[in-house]
């Protein structure tokens, strides 16, 4: 049986570091996902308005309503944009979150690697104490067999 790890509670403790920052990275995914959706959905109003104003120019036309539809599409341009500038601040937090991530699965794979050393090392060891005891083994047999 192996000797416990010496830095399992570090080693645990960078797997957790590595879940937590997997989620987190998750988390900006799913909130730019989210919010590029409501920019589409913008964008497809924006579409069905214009089709409706295009429409709405034949015959007796209102001033007022191509007033409304404009100042509407415009508060919709903004709302894009704001959109857009959001998507651009989550897509540098998900880039700081992915560093966070790559940072903290190295950190874990050297304890991994530390671990895999010290197992080999203690497997080592072993290995050369069962030689040595089978050595001693033989060597006090033959020293019976000759005392005989």
Do not use: W
């Not at 570091?17 to 590029?36: F, H, M, P, S, Y």
């Not at 989550?90 to 790559?102: G, I, S, Y």
């Amino acid at each position: 049986m192996p000797a416990e790890f010496r830095f399992k509670a570090l080693l645990d403790l960078r797997r957790q570091q590595r879940d937590e920052a997997g989620a987190a990275l998750g988390q900006a995914n799913d909130a730019i996902t989210k919010v590029n959706s409501q920019i589409d959905e913008l964008e497809s109003e924006r579409a069905a308005l214009r089709g409706t104003a295009d429409v709405s120019r034949c015959g007796d036309v209102s001033v007022d309503a191509l007033l409304a539809h404009q100042r509407y599409d415009l508060q919709l341009q903004a709302d894009v944009k704001g959109l857009q500038s959001t998507v651009e601040e989550l897509t540098a937090e998900m880039d700081k979150r992915r560093t966070k991530l790559v940072e903290a699965e190295a950190e874990l794979k050297r304890f991994e690697k530390l671990k895999e050393n010290d197992e080999a090392e203690f497997r080592a060891l072993e290995s050369k104490r069962e030689h040595a005891e089978a050595d001693e083994v033989s060597t006090r047999r033959y020293t019976l067999q000759r005392q005989r």
